[in-house]
């Protein structure tokens, strides 16, 4: 595992792992074609790359690290070679320590070339997708497998189809305002421990629970929940991209909070700026409802444009106006 400048958490993976699981995630089978220690091949990069020009000699931006993809061009310049010719371009190709090959459309390397990669130690695979398609696919997988991540204390919750994060300090209850959500009928992507990974350059957050926490919930007082086995299949959701941040706070009478809504406030998670609603603990206030709203306002203004405060200050406005003009007139 390897950090980035700002401390966000990137992967790297062995080709044994990328090979054991890309089959499972999407839909490519590769198939070996030698036999090497694939443990001790590295894949730190999401981008692939076609060795043409590394073929044909010039080697000086050769970008090896990448999985090298081998399609039609590749294979049939190979081949029009002799074979003395054909030996040294590709001896020179595997003097570099690449993670692992690819071969497209069922493309073969001949025999001596493929002892070459086998004597280098570099894994050779090979699949009956084009290389637009492998590319593709690959790129997918190694997309998920780089995205930054970072885990956050809070809870998780699909409400209405949006993706709402609650955060705060320990002991303010967000389990039991996600539980109180699920038994609701929303459904529980994480708690506790909630990972957030944001893909390249998109801007779409998608949170996933902590595989060892799984769909546990600890209750104090209660003890350990298991969501989907106590509500069902439908109570909970394997990812959903973070949408809203509600922050629970201590209730404090000295602090100013938020009144009408008109200024929205953001969070920066991964770079990107997330709504942000902040809600004051208090007893005898009704969260789980106010989170419910929350949701359904971020929907009316994603879809309709509708902000509750902004129309109630115009109606405001058009009453003060119309005061006004009668007064005029009255004159």
């Known amino acids: 595992m390897n950090l980035d400048q700002k401390g966000l958490k990137k992967r790297s993976i062995t080709v044994a792992y990328f090979f054991n699981t890309i089959g499972k995630k999407h839909d490519i089978k590769l198939r070996r074609l030698n036999n090497v220690d694939e443990e001790k091949r590295r894949i730190f990069e999401r981008d692939l790359h076609r060795p043409g020009l590394a073929l044909a000699g010039f080697t000086n931006l050769f970008t090896y690290k990448r999985v090298q993809i081998l399609g039609n061009t590749e294979t049939r310049f190979l081949n029009h070679l002799d074979e003395d010719e054909r030996k040294r371009v590709f001896e020179n190709l595997v003097r570099f320590k690449m993670p692992c090959i690819i071969l497209t459309s069922n493309n073969k390397l001949p025999p001596e070339l493929l002892n070459m990669a086998t004597k280098a130690g570099i894994p050779v695979y090979i699949t009956r997708h084009s290389s637009t398609k492998t590319v593709y696919l690959v790129t997918g997988f190694l997309d998920e497998q780089f995205s930054l991540y970072q885990q956050y204390h809070g809870s998780m919750v699909d409400v209405y189809g949006v993706g709402v994060l609650l955060t705060g300090k320990s002991g303010l209850g967000k389990s039991e305002i996600a539980l109180d959500l699920v038994e609701r009928g929303h459904g529980l992507v994480a708690d506790d421990v909630v990972v957030i990974h944001r893909k390249g350059e998109s801007m779409v957050l998608s949170a996933k629970r902590n595989n060892i926490v799984d769909h546990f919930m600890e209750i104090r007082g209660l003890g350990v929940v298991d969501v989907k086995a106590t509500f069902g299949i439908r109570a909970i959701r394997d990812v959903k991209e973070v949408l809203v941040v509600v922050e629970l706070l ?15 406030k953001f969070t920066k998670i991964l770079g990107v700026d997330v709504p942000l609603v902040q809600l004051p603990i208090f007893p005898g206030k009704n969260i789980t409802v106010i989170i419910e709203v929350v949701a359904l306002n971020f929907l009316l203004k994603r879809y309709s444009n509708y902000v509750a405060a902004e129309a109630l200050t115009e109606r405001i406005k058009q009453v003060i106006n119309n ?5 005029n007139f009255e004159e």
């Open 250 to 264: 201590e209730w404090n009478k000295e602090m100013g909070y938020e009144r009408l809504g008109l200024d929205t």
């Open 323 to 327: 005061d006004r003009i009668q007064e």
